[in-house]
């Protein structure tokens, strides 16, 4: 913006905003999608006993969890991550273990 010439107009507002910087916020931001125990599925899913957790599937397999709590799983065609929801913000740690080992294909 410093170096546009055109002028430039703003409009004041209120607008919901959030960092969606983490899986544990993009599914604090779903809550309106939440089933009867807290879960957030995306995709194919058959959840037993579950609570509080984010089933995320893109590989069209079917995630089956029993006696699952505060849990993050994303399944997609060439990884599956499954960590505690409230360490979400942690995976970084893990792209950049995969980055220090050289495994460039799950990047």
Known sequence: M?????????????????DIGSWASLYDLSRDRFDKKGN?????????????????SDSGRLVVT?????????????ALLV?????????????DELKKRGWKKWL
């Open 83 to 95: 960590a505690d929801i409230r360490k979400s913000q942690n995976v970084r740690e893990m792209i």
């Open 40 to 56: 957030l599925l995306e995709g194919k899913g058959l959840l037993h006993d579950t609570e509080n957790t984010f089933i995320y």
């Open 66 to 78: 029993l006696g699952q709590k505060d849990q993050l799983i994303v399944d997609t065609p060439d």
């Open 2 to 18: 410093e170096k546009t010439e055109t002028p430039i107009y703003t409009i004041p507002g209120r607008f919901g905003w959030s």
